[in-house]
């Protein structure tokens, strides 16, 4: 069965989108397209729209891309999200602390602390974010249990193919399937090595720690607020979640064989493996790691740099484009900004001839800063993890590297991305 484009409505473009994917970038960019007249229809793979994993961190970029999209994101981000317990470390991105005794200190030592820009730093559970946007997405806008297998294209537009059989039209298809992304092997090619994620060479334990329990061990200003415990070959970073209800836990190791052959990227967490992991930690670590409730094992893949994020009608944003390890806390944000120039672009496109030429832009300026985040979410796991070249466990390049690293991520000019992206939109349209 064939699903058509719809129809446009009176004063809406006169052409249709189809995003594939109702996560994080994807609802973000149907609100964005809503509210820029663009018809839409996301087709979601799951049978409902869900997120996995427990908080995700937005920087003062990403919230800033929020009110640019739709002030309503940042409202319903404003009321599920949560900062440092303290007032005095609202601007405290972390506090970084030694994880155990290494060349940057002794067990529990404080080695650092970096100052987010305004509006500062906030967690948020995944799924209450993802609700807050499901609120602004019009129910008859998505169709659930589709995943796209390929897309067609077409004369004047794309034909997608699901797994089930069916097919739909569109004039465009936005790949925000993720870091397994199929639409990113219909604009790379499945023979591109740059289309295929890449294990890291790291892995997560994550869990959850009630935060009266976190107190009681830790004692009030570490457990309410945001600490990173460095050490040889892992990082332990915690967070307060659930408006200070919940302490959020997740720690990262090295894969002594740099390899991960199992086809399941999530794993239920041997307890013993983990303790193994981090035998030679404090006792603050250990600790931590002993109250974690429902834990699980997440190996990190990022994707290679590719060569474009668009061919002909077909478009990638979010993980589906640039898929980073979480160690600078910003993939989230990045698909937020995503969101902010691709929206606005397609809202100025006036006809369909003219949406290739809005994904040229789009590629040109988002692609180069998203790379980089890529290339350099690596590099800051090597520093916490004491590997990266030229720092290792030096305290004071540590600190020296801490102090410059974010600064490009968080202060970035939103509105000059769009307005170089729409000057390229204006000149080839």
């Known amino acids: 069965m064939t699903h058509p484009a719809p129809e446009s409505a009176p004063g809406q473009k006169p052409f249709t989108i189809a995003i594939c994917g109702g996560g994080i970038a994807g609802l973000a960019l149907a609100i964005g397209l809503l509210r820029r007249k663009v018809p839409f229809h996301v087709y979601e793979s799951a049978h409902a729209f869900s997120e996995i994993g427990a908080g995700v961190a937005f920087g003062p970029n990403s919230q800033r891309a929020m009110s640019l999209i739709d002030p309503k994101i940042k409202e319903g981000y404003g009321k599920r999200a949560t900062s440092n317990g303290y007032e005095e470390k609202k601007a405290v991105w972390f506090d970084f602390h030694a994880g155990m005794d290494c060349g940057i200190g002794k067990a529990g030592e404080k080695v650092g602390t970096v100052i987010a820009a305004d509006p500062g730093n906030g967690c948020i559970h995944r799924a209450h974010f993802l609700d807050e946007l499901v609120a602004l997405v019009p129910r008859e806008n998505a169709t659930f249990g589709k995943r796209v297998v390929e897309v067609e294209e077409l004369e004047d537009g794309v034909r997608l193919h699901f797994a089930d059989g069916e ?58 607020n945001s600490v990173m415990w460095l050490g040889n070959h892992g990082h332990v970073l915690t967070f307060p979640i659930e408006k200070g209800e919940i302490m959020n836990v997740v720690a990262f190791h090295a894969k002594k064989d740099g390899k991960w052959e199992d086809e399941k990227w999530v794993l239920p967490m041997d307890r013993q493996t983990m303790e193994a992991d981090f035998q030679d930690w404090g006792e603050s670590v250990k600790k931590i790691l002993s109250l974690m409730e429902k834990p699980d094992l ?65 590629d040109a300026v988002r692609r180069p800063r998203t790379q980089k985040l890529v290339t350099t979410s690596r590099d800051a796991g090597e520093l916490y993890e004491l590997e990266k070249e030229g720092v290792w466990d030096d305290a004071d390049k540590l600190r020296e590297n ?20 729409m000057g390229i939109l204006g000149g080839k349209a």
Not at 195 to 206: C, M, N, Q
């Open 298 to 362: 997440w190996a990190l893949f990022d994707y290679p740099p590719a060569k474009t994020y668009f061919k002909g009608r077909t478009c990638l944003i979010g993980d589906a484009a640039h898929a980073s390890t979480p160690h600078q806390g910003a993939g989230a944000g990045m698909a937020m900004e995503d969101a902010y120039v691709l929206s606005n672009l397609l809202g100025a496109v006036q006809r369909s001839s003219d949406i290739e030429t809005a994904f040229r832009a789009y």
């Open 402 to 421: 801490l102090g410059t690293r974010y600064k490009w991520v968080w202060e970035k000019k939103l509105e000059e991305d769009l307005a170089e992206a």
């Open 167 to 224: 097919t739909a039209e569109a004039s465009a298809a936005v790949g925000c399937d993720g870091v397994k992304s199929n639409l990113r092997h219909a604009v790379l090619g499945k023979e591109d090595g740059a289309a295929h994620p890449d294990f890291t060479g790291k892995y997560a334990y994550r869990g959850l720690i009630p935060m009266e329990k976190a107190v009681s061990l830790l004692g009030d200003e570490l457990a309410r």
